[in-house]
């Protein structure tokens, strides 16, 4: 198998660090692309796309989605069982003697 070369030999943190000089240069030069609404949406649908043909990836996310919906619910359901109804820590006016 072939040694690495260039940006693939360097280690992670040197690798981000020369990139984000890179990008900053670009800007400051006014070389750097800039993506128009449109161009980033188009990019996006391509994304989506390419992500959308692989079943366990989809089947992922969905998971991950759902679970973090259970984990928002469940925090709510036990805020609302903590909760006191309106009324009910007063007898009511039909009936003054009960609670």
Request: hydrophobic content about 25%; charged content about 35%.
């Amino acid at each position: 198998m072939p040694k690495p070369k260039g940006f693939a030999r360097m280690e992670k943190e040197v690798q981000r660090a020369a990139a984000s000089k890179g990008g900053k240069v670009a800007h400051e030069k006014g070389t750097a692309h800039k993506f128009t609404r449109e161009e980033a949406a188009e990019a996006g649908r391509k994304g989506g796309l390419a992500v959308s043909t692989t079943p366990g990836h989809m089947r992922e996310i969905g998971q991950k989605g759902a679970e973090a919906q259970q984990r928002r619910r469940g925090t709510e359901n036990e805020l609302q069982s903590r909760r006191v109804p309106p009324g009910k820590d007063q007898p009511s006016e039909k009936n003054p003697t009960s609670h």
